[in-house]
């Protein structure tokens, strides 16, 4: 059986999402109408490699910190919009641990880099064949690339439209803050939460992840 492939983020599927999530019930009508249209912004252009290498550098860090340490990297290849697997695993391990990765991170980077080479990591025609899972099967393979890294992968490069990146800290605490629980729901009830939200989960963390910490 071939998995469906759910990947619309146009401006009339945004505000079919809107429509279907704040018909869920009154914490959602209120909290949409509070945020506004969805504005999630997704870069279709990237190659799956770049894509996974991006999410890697930003993992557990806050934004402007994982700029910062992609900026130092890019920096490293003038002449490149962005270093090609082959160029990434030519430089010196001790020229990008500077940049500000962990041992950890530049064992994943670099092992990213030699799974491209290896035809692993599928290029970006090949990606979006495939199904979710299937993605999320062949990429978590590798050292350091969990769920989470492909789903933002799948949500960001390949637009999927219904991906609920149920480990996320900011989706767990954001459905808490939206109900109002003592605390947050394991990652194996947030998925089971968010399955009434289906076709739109992806629009769903967006607007999980604007909930204001308190």
């Not at 999630?40 to 890697?56: D, N, Q, T, V």
């Not at 910062?68 to 290849?77: D, K, Q």
């Not at 194996?188 to 009434?196: D, K, N, P, T």
Request: hydrophobic letters at 40%; glycine letters at 6%; a positive charge.
């Amino acid at each position: 059986m071939t998995t469906s492939i759910t990947a619309d983020l146009s401006p009339r599927a945004y505000l079919q999402a809107e429509e279907f999530l704040s018909g869920r019930d009154a914490d959602w009508t209120k909290h949409i109408l509070s945020v506004g249209p969805c504005r999630h912004e997704a870069k279709p252009a990237r190659e799956s490699y770049e894509a996974l290498i991006r999410a890697i550098a930003y993992q557990q860090l806050h934004a402007k910190a994982g700029d910062a340490i992609l900026a130092r990297l890019l920096a490293l290849y003038p002449d490149a919009v962005f270093p090609s697997p082959q160029q990434l695993l030519a430089t010196d391990p001790e020229l990008q641990r500077v940049c500000g990765f962990s041992a950890p991170k530049l064992t994943t980077i670099r092992g990213i880099a030699q799974a491209a080479v290896d035809g692993i990591v599928p290029n970006r025609g090949e990606a979006l064949s495939m199904s979710d899972e299937a993605l999320i099967e062949r990429l978590t393979v590798l050292r350091g690339v969990g769920r989470w890294t492909v789903e933002m992968f799948l949500i960001y490069t390949l637009q999927r439209s219904d991906i609920l990146p149920a480990d996320d800290f900011g989706v767990r605490e954001g459905y808490r803050q939206l109900k109002g629980l003592p605390k947050a729901p394991t990652p194996r009830q947030m998925r089971e939460i968010g399955e009434a939200w289906r076709p739109w989960r992806t629009m769903a963390a967006w607007y999980l992840w604007r909930i204001p910490a308190r």
